[in-house]
């Protein structure tokens, strides 16, 4: 059960945040809040796993400033890059 909720529900609710939280109440985003915050624990994490390996097709998309802690952010007008946390061209 532990592997559906991780794989399907978790999956649904992380990847379509930034649309239904703009939306939601002061009382669904304190209960949602948890659930904001795993989404950022992930993200950061996998982020820095590219970082970490030279060898990952998506190394050379994150660079990071002299700081070491945060990432530079990309600057572009295509949208693939901009919608995507792994952009691909098509």
Same mark, same amino acid.
């Given at each position: 059960?532990? /592997?559906?909720?991780?794989?399907? #529900?978790? @999956?649904?609710?992380?990847? @379509? #945040? ?16 948890? /659930? @904001? ?8 994490? /996998? ?19 002299? @700081? ?21 061209? /098509?």
């Amino acid at each position: 059960m532990v /592997h559906f909720y991780s794989s399907i #529900i978790e @999956s649904i609710l992380t990847s @379509s #945040i930034t649309i239904w939280y703009t939306a939601a109440t002061a009382k669904d985003k304190s209960r949602l809040q948890r /659930h @904001s915050d795993l989404y950022t624990s992930r993200t950061l994490r /996998h982020a820095g796993k590219i970082v970490a390996d030279p060898s990952h097709p998506g190394h050379k998309l994150f660079e990071t400033l002299p @700081s070491g802690r945060r990432l530079r952010s990309i600057r572009t007008k295509i949208s693939c890059h901009k919608n995507s946390f792994f952009p691909i061209r /098509h």
